[in-house]
């Protein structure tokens, strides 16, 4: 299961729709075993994708999306503001933070993601610096644009 990989569709209109009921820009998402995109996914997209394919296959679909969502829930408890608990859900940090490395999916300790204890805020003010802000939205949380810089 460690190397199994999801199926790939790409230049579907699923994720538009997705984003209208969604507090983020949704670009690629995956559903069980299948991954979307709007657009031709790069190696960083699917590799991110990918994360949370194995993911899904640790906690099973029931407990991965209780988990999802149960992260998310918190998040906007904490922090007010539904975008800015995305970024702070477990998952995405996971995902997030080992996208760009081709040899984290080999290497990759299962269940880690679940007991991570970092600070969400200053894992994401130190994301932001190797985020191209056009590329995904990232400062824009709702309504609000925030400047993280330091």
């Not at 983020?24 to 994360?51: K, P, S, W, Y």
């Amino acid at each position: 299961m460690r190397f199994w990989k999801p199926i790939f569709v790409h230049n579907s209109g699923v994720p538009k729709l997705l984003s209208w009921f969604s507090p983020i820009c949704i670009g690629a998402i995956t559903l069980g075993f299948i991954v979307v995109a709007d657009h031709q996914m790069n190696e960083e997209t699917m590799r991110h994708e990918t994360i949370h394919f194995q993911q899904f296959l640790e906690m099973g679909f029931l407990f991965f999306i209780l988990v999802y969502v149960w992260d998310w829930v918190w998040g906007c408890v904490k922090y007010k503001d539904p975008s800015l608990s995305y970024y702070m859900i477990r998952a995405e940090r996971e995902a997030h933070n080992n996208d760009k490395d081709p040899n984290y999916l080999k290497n990759r300790v299962r269940y880690e993601w679940l007991f991570k204890d970092d600070d969400p805020l200053v894992w994401l003010l130190k994301k932001k610096v190797q985020y191209d802000v056009s590329k995904r939205c990232w400062l824009r949380f709702g309504r609000r644009f925030y400047n993280l810089d330091y």
